[in-house]
Nanobody, 124 residues
Framework: QEQLVESGGGLVQAGGSLRLSCAAS????????GAWFRQAPGKEREFVAA????????NYADSVKDRFTIARDNAKNTVYLQIDSLKPEDTAVYYC?????????????????WGQGTQVTVSS
């Protein structure tokens, strides 16, 4: 059974940091592309960052690229999102997703598996 399990969310003050983790299991092998999306209340799900299988290609949304860092550890089949200088507007449920063909894209429909989401809440 393919599965993505996110962790690392929580309540943090503005200016703080969090590291989100997304562990893949089942038949999701390390050649996938990994991504993070987020969805705030009343808003559509939006792309945050994506990374290819080797880590050599990383894409970020313009709104986060100076503060967020996506990384992966293929030995652990895990994708990470380091979030620094958190702002209240970063409050959202953060979802990880994988594209089994290794395609790095901002389009949610291109991702084959999704995690259940982890809540990030930033207080001002």
């Amino acid at each position: 059974q393919e599965q993505l399990v996110e962790s690392g969310g929580g309540l943090v003050q503005a200016g703080g940091s969090l590291r989100l983790s997304c562990a893949a299991s089942g038949r999701i092998i390390s050649s996938y592309a990994g991504a993070w999306f987020r969805q705030a209340p009343g808003k559509e799900r939006e792309f945050v960052a994506a990374i290819n299988w080797s880590g050599g290609t990383r894409n970020y949304a313009d709104s986060v690229k100076d503060r967020f860092t996506i990384a992966r550890d293929n030995a652990k089949n895990t994708v990470y999102l380091q979030i620094d200088s958190l702002k209240p507007e970063d409050t959202a449920v953060y979802y990880c997703a994988v594209n089994l063909f290794g395609v790095v894209t901002t389009e949610p429909k291109s991702y084959h598996y999704w995690g259940q989401g982890t809540q990030v809440t930033v207080s001002s």
